[in-house]
């Protein structure tokens, strides 16, 4: 099955820094890679996808790459803020189409990376 | 909407007691997810429903742990009996066509 990987497991940064966190995966045929961004006491909330026919994929202060040749993809904050503050977690699966659109396939998360951004 | 709704928030129980975990998903949704958050293993997939049918329920740990979905607007995760081992946060998702799943905010239980 498949196998993700995240490093680091925690960062530290200052506000209006940037943060990069990376994750490896081990099955070939994942093509959706979504990111997720959990505060506490709450459950774990999409900031950001990228399917594998996109090398990447920007929103705001986020973005996320993707090499498919290495399978490692990576998410990117620039000009970090307290409210960054916040565990993330990456995830990768197989998505198909059908009729009705897209079948849904597995999540495999990483492991998190706990992230403080001191003001 | 309000969300993916899950009751309790919080649950203590003794061993051995049975534990019943709830979720309203949202809305039209026709995926249904159950996870389970601990420090040593992350997030994991137990179960999930499509159009309220178990399709997946190769993450259950073991035959203690049971859930349904009785009609799309509600579904359970029963744990009989209880142990130590499955204290941890469990999160039910919903997802419209298999598209972005959103979490509840979970239940913290904790087994004594």
């Known amino acids: 099955g498949e196998n993700v990987e995240q490093h680091p497991s925690t960062l530290s940064v200052q506000e209006g820094d940037s943060a990069v966190i990376k994750c490896t995966y081990s099955?070939?045929?994942?093509?959706?890679f979504p990111w997720y961004k959990q505060e506490l006491g709450k459950g774990p909330q999409l900031i950001i996808d990228?399917?594998?026919?996109?090398g990447e994929k920007k929103d705001q202060r986020i973005a996320v790459t993707l090499n498919k040749t290495a399978k490692h993809f990576s998410l990117h904050i620039t000009e970090t803020q307290p409210e960054d503050s916040a565990v993330y977690f990456c995830?990768?699966?197989?998505?198909?189409?059908?009729?009705?659109?897209?079948?849904?396939?597995?999540?495999?998360f990483g492991q998190g990376t706990i992230l403080t951004v001191h003001p | 909407d309000a969300g993916v709704i899950q009751s309790p928030r919080h649950e203590v129980t003794e061993m051995g007691q049975e534990v019943t975990l709830r979720c309203k998903p949202i809305?039209?949704?026709?995926?249904l997810f159950w996870y389970r958050q601990t420090m040593m293993r992350g997030l994991e997939l137990l179960i999930y429903f499509n159009n309220n049918v178990p399709i997946d329920d190769s993450g259950m740990p073991e035959d203690r742990f049971s859930a349904k979905m009785p009609n799309a607007s509600f579904s359970t995760l029963k744990i009989q009996p209880s142990e130590p081992r499955d204290s941890a946060v469990y999160f039910c998702?919903?997802?419209?066509?298999?598209?972005?799943?959103?979490f509840g905010q979970g239940t913290r239980l904790t087994v004594v």
């Open positions: 809305s039209g949704h026709d995926y």
């Open positions: 998702a919903s997802s419209l066509r298999g598209q972005e799943a959103f």
């Open positions: 099955d070939s045929a994942s093509n959706y």
């Open positions: 995830a990768a699966s197989i998505r198909s189409a059908n009729a009705g659109g897209t079948s849904y396939g597995k999540l495999t």
């Open positions: 990228i399917r594998s026919n996109v």
